[in-house]
């Protein structure tokens, strides 16, 4: 019997392009919170992508636990909130995340209600299914929940991947997830064995200063991307996506987080005159279409806070994977 892990770190993905293989079973990429939940007999809990706890801000998520038929069970899964259109709205569950008085929480579980999407199995009643391939484990995850309205099993499909992003793209959705039928799960690790295709980009990025502007506003946001040697680079700004009401309480938590130097290796001129600089500890979202010949974002905006995420994660490899070309080799601002 192998002991109960009471906290590990969710496997990332690696970005890639879409691709056709029977040795894969292709997946819908969800647009929310990626969670581990975690049944040990009567307790129950969820932790984000740093094992922060996420039942605070979901409690209505505390009845999954009477979906899963096992005394002891870890699912890895992502938290969702469905618009209108049964497509996952991120800009809701960011919303919700961010949320932390006890009564504004309770109002958002009836207007914006959760659904929890399980997709992997990491441990059943005293065995430790990491190291066994993924069917194995999605088997098991089959068997041993049922669903709900606050619980889902995505249907992946095996050898068609492209057809099922060109689907996903036609419906607007994020773009889908290809896994290697026979890989373990590698907690914390970005492996290769997943990955990620994106018909939207996205990139989560560091916040390291800003363009003020009168009446406790900023005009974007200066971002950047951690290089392989430690240094934060610049890969541009932000300054669309943005509610007055997400602009002024952004601001105020920037000042009280601001520094004299910037944490950016270099900065172009026309940003260095007028930014406030800020400790790199603020992770946001951002959506883009592409990157500039200089490795900069082009037309992007903002989609939210990422208090789940740590900033030394955001790194060029991982976020700018599909883009990394000569144009946006180090060094370059």
Known sequence: MSPFPRAIRPMLATPGEAFDSDAHTFELKWDGIRALAYKDGSEFWLTTRNLKPALPRFP??????????????????EIVILGPDGRPNFDRVRARNAQRDPQAIARSQQVS??????FDSLYHNGEDL??????????RLHA???EGDSISLPKGIRGQGTALFQAAADQGLEGIVAKALES???PGRRSRDWIKVRNVYTADCVIGGFEPKEGGYFKSLLLGLYETDGSLRFVGHVGTGFSDAENSSLRAGLDRINQAEPAFSSVPGAYARSARWTQPTLVCTVEFLTLTANGHLRHPAFRGLRPDKRARE??????FGPFLVSSVSKGSV
Do not use: F, W
């Open 60 to 77: 209505e998520l505390r009845r999954l636990q009477d979906h899963i038929e096992a005394d002891q069970a870890i699912l890895d899964g």
């Open 113 to 118: 209600p959760t659904v929890y999407v399980a």
């Open 130 to 139: 990491m190291a066994r391939p993924l069917h194995t484990r999605q088997e």
């Open 144 to 146: 041993i929940v049922c």
């Open 184 to 186: 373990p799960y590698e």
């Open 314 to 319: 955001c790194r060029i490899e991982s976020e």
